[in-house]
């Protein structure tokens, strides 16, 4: 069992949960990701890493409250227990020797793009971090973000209520267009990801993007979490989650991040109408 | 008790020409609908009548038949003489997993194809006998149950990478020898394949988790949630978490798939993910459960061996009604053993011989249909059977909402990455000679890791081999 340390609400429907995993804050590293069993009849779940502190034992990650997991994982608290909690696993995120790099962190996004930003940060990359959400209330991490020594921050959000009101690929346009960037990192919901790579292609900026497919065990055994990268296929758990953005098949990744829906919001009305016979 | 006969007299034993006593099994139209276990086991009575038909001969040839070389003759011997308890004793002295042994080995290509009176008759049912000894132990409480002598602590202790059946033998051997032994295992339920892969209706998880517990009560520790090259890297635990050796039974957790247009449309599985699913995560019992399964009405299973026929198995089981199984050889090659293939017909599903999947279609993502085209085997390939070969514009269309892919599996790179030392084949197996020893000094390696796919037996042989070199390597002189 894995105790909860501490649990913040960071807006309606976004949660932060910190855990302690003293083994797995030891080697956790920007971009990498763990997998979560909330209780005995849960499913497995990947999360990706907002923040860990090796010499405090325990690692951290912020969720949106979408379906049967996050609702329960929503009910806990301080001094609960996680069943499993596996990891880290995938391949950091690459840092360093990357000149100037646009970070555009989007949604529940922005909490793994804070770590990678600031890795960059202290690899010495130059880091402009342009965060996007649909209204302020779901905007994330904006003080933490402001806290590292980036070169800039943009806010932008749907609807206005924060920063610009526009979508996160405006600013990156102008970014790319003005010469400003070297690599882009995008990491968010697959059709941002997918935008912001379409708009950095047309300058030739090299782009990754981390990508957040379906997955069982989280190792490699199953498959789940295929994308297909440049024709090929690629296990998003081993080979990623990180991959070049100007070669993922985003429909794909869309598609297969679907195939569920059903049976989630089926798992998720039985779990929020109260039936708690198996928490 | 020994078994005696009308008038109360002790029965002698004479090797009985008797047929091969048969055992119950769960009728065909019953299994379609539950995953509760297929065979019955023997009864007491069934058992020692099968027993009896053991001609105890004086160089007997079942026990080279075994990768673990247990004992058969002796303890079948005190089955004859009606000495259970001491049968047990026997069995758990070279395997530490009997009830697994006799429900998943395949015995048919093992002791009993050594067996002298399948010569001319069919051979003396070992692999039920080990099952009914087994299921007697585990009856017990745990404090009654068969436990072998443990050597005194030897003060050394090993890491074993993994819980599936190399590293639960090698586990149980060390443990025996006298050694503090850590099984780390990815998952969160210790047992590798034998709770992922092999459905509860031909291995009940209760029942693995009983022999597990066996070992954890000879003092193995099991550490789950715990992936080694990732949370700990081989080098660590060797340095700073001080384990004199490592043995790495990782399995050969990668699936292959076909490499065909369509592949990762929505619908279709590796047999490792369906598998997965269903046994480790229970997705038959969602909602109940978390995870779900896509429930396919008309299931294609692709491949030939006991992956492919337990995930055919399991989609009907999960509702389909039809299940296909396509393969491209003939029912003679296939490599699965031959009651799970004869299982299988039985409850249903539908064998399409000769063909091979071309291409999976799909509509809105998902899967809507697979064209296949009819092959013929030609002359044998490397492995000795025939090779089949494509029959030119014979494409045809099969209508399916679901594809499992049961064509096999590759070296896991996850653990080797964070191991430069380890030398690996250029498959990426992990290179290990005949005692399983690695290019790691004190780093052993056995089961499919090595071999690639195999069977559980094999690899619980390749963890006893490991468990013996290990002993040696920690205890020598330094």
Known sequence: ?279 | MSPVDDTGAPIRHRASRAPRIPMAERPAVERRVTFDEVGFGYTAEEAHGEAMRCLQCPNPTCIDGCPVHIDIKSFIAKMIEGDDRGAVEVLKSRNALPAVCGRVCPQEEQCEASCVLGRKNEPVAIGRLERFLGDLDLSCELDRRCRPELAPPSGKRVAIVGSGPSGLACAGQLAQLGHEVTIFESLHVPGGVLVYGIPEFRLPKDLVAAEIEMLVELGVKIVTDVVIGATYTIDELMAGEGFDAVFIGSGAGLPVFMGIPGENLNGVYSANEFLTRVNLMRAYEFPTSDTPVWRGRKVAVVGGGNVAMDSARTALRLGAEEVFLVYRRTEDEMPARKEEVHHAQQEGVEFKMLCSPLEIRGRDGFVTGLTATRMELGEPDASGRRAPVCVLDSDFEIECDTVIMAVGTRANPLLSKAAPGLELTRRGYIVADDECATSMPGVYAGGDIVTGAATVILAMGAGKTAARAIDSWVRRER
């Open chain 1, 1 to 279: 069992m894995f105790e909860i340390l501490a649990t913040r609400q960071l807006s309606d429907s976004v949660f932060e949960m910190t855990v302690a995993a003293p083994a797995i804050a030891r080697k956790a590293a920007a971009g990498q990701f763990f997998i979560l069993r909330v209780d005995d009849r849960g499913e497995r779940v990947p999360f990706t890493f907002s923040d860990w502190s090796a010499d405090e034992g325990w690692i951290r990650f912020i969720f949106m409250r979408v379906g049967a997991t996050t609702h329960k994982l929503t009910h806990l608290a301080a001094g609960d227990s996680l069943a499993d909690v596996v990891g880290p696993l995938g391949v950091p995120s690459h840092t360093g020797g990357l000149g100037r790099v646009a970070v555009i962190g989007g949604g529940v996004g922005a909490a793994v793009a804070y770590p990678v930003a600031r890795a960059m940060c202290a690899a010495g990359d130059e880091v402009t971090v342009i965060l996007g959400a649909r209204n302020a209330d779901l905007l994330i991490l904006e003080e933490e973000f402001r806290a590292l020594p980036l070169k800039g921050l943009v806010v932008m959000t749907d609807d206005g209520t924060a920063g610009e009101k526009g979508l996160v690929t405006h600013p990156l346009k102008t970014m790319c267009a003005a010469g400003e960037v070297d690599h882009a990192m995008a990491i968010g919901p697959a059709i941002m990801m997918k935008f912001c790579a379409a708009t950095t292609k047309e300058f030739g900026v090299p782009t990754v993007v981390s990508l957040n497919p379906i997955m069982v065990d989280g190792t490699g055994m199953c498959g789940a979490c295929r994308v297909t990268v440049g024709g090929e296929t690629k296990f998003g758990c081993i080979d990623g989650p990180d991959f070049d953005g100007h070669l993922v098949d985003f429909e794909e990744l869309m598609s297969r991040q679907r195939i569920y829906v059903d049976d989630e919001r089926e798992a998720d009305t039985r779990y929020s109408k109260g039936c708690s016979c198996h928490l």
